[in-house]
T-cell receptor, first 113, second 113 residues
Framework: KQEVTQIPAALSVPEGENLVLNCSFT??????LQWFRQDPGKGLTSLLL?????REQTSGRLNASLDKSSGRSTLYIAASQPGDSATYLC????????????FGTGTQLKVEL | GAGVSQSPRYKVAKRGQDVALRCDPISGHVSLFWYQQALGQGPEFLTY????????KSGLPSDRFFAERPEGSVSTLKIQRTQQEDSAVYLC???????????FGNGTRLTVT
């Protein structure tokens, strides 16, 4: 079964700290991987999309890496701010799984002053 | 439009009632997805449209769930004879196709009492 797992489920850090969120997936045959942010009561905002041929993507203070062979992706957030507090979701489009994304359960991040 | 729009924002239904949830995708987006998100979980795939064609409905949990996109733009997710386990946030997403990122609406929170 194609599954996506995110660790940790929750994380609390002081402002300014660099942090890493982890995502693992059970099948290395993927089309792409996408990181989303979800604020309470809101939909999902796309942060970064990594195609299967890519190793990483960067946007501002965010950097996402992809290692297909080990079934892992990490989202690195530099110099965290209270406004980064949200739930971060990893989603994988598996090859042969059609166009659907398979989501992890998310990491709930709190950045404290 | 500027983004994916979903209505209503909140819906309370008595068990056994039928409900209809609407999604207006970003103009010109050919791909449209419906997801179901239970509290504290990641979104779960329900169904996928390419233009007006429903290409994947493997995630619909029962025959009480029905989705349509008759003109290849607006989509409606209908749930007949609602049950308490149908209570969740229903998210709609669209994309321009291929490997492009998904853009999500803010969802409809359905509560079945």
């Amino acid at each position: 079964k194609q599954e996506v797992t995110q660790i940790p489920a929750a994380l609390s850090v002081p402002e300014g700290e660099n942090l890493v969120l982890n995502c693992s997936f059970t099948d290395s045959a993927i089309y792409n991987l996408q990181w989303f942010r979800q604020d309470p009561g809101k939909g999902l905002t796309s942060l970064l999309l990594i195609q299967s041929s890519q190793r990483e993507q960067t946007s501002g203070r965010l950097n996402a890496s992809l290692d297909k062979s080990s079934g892992r992706s990490t989202l690195y957030i530099a110099a965290s701010q209270p406004g980064d507090s949200a739930t971060y979701l990893c989603a994988v489009r598996f090859t042969g799984g059609g166009n659907k994304l398979t989501f992890g359960t998310g990491t709930q991040l709190k950045v404290e002053l | 439009g500027a983004g994916v729009s979903q209505s209503p924002r909140y819906k309370v239904a008595k068990r056994g009632q039928d409900v209809a949830l609407r999604c207006d995708p970003i103009s010109g987006h050919v791909s449209l997805f419906w997801y179901q998100q239970a509290l504290g979980q990641g979104p779960e795939f329900l169904t996928y449209f390419q233009n007006e064609a429903q290409l994947d409905k493997s995630g619909l949990p029962s025959d009480r769930f029905f989705a349509e996109r008759p003109e290849g733009s607006v989509s409606t997710l209908k749930i007949q004879r609602t049950q308490q386990e149908d209570s969740a946030v229903y998210l709609c997403a669209s994309s321009s196709g291929g490997g492009s990122p998904l853009h999500f609406g803010n969802g409809t929170r359905l509560t079945v009492t």
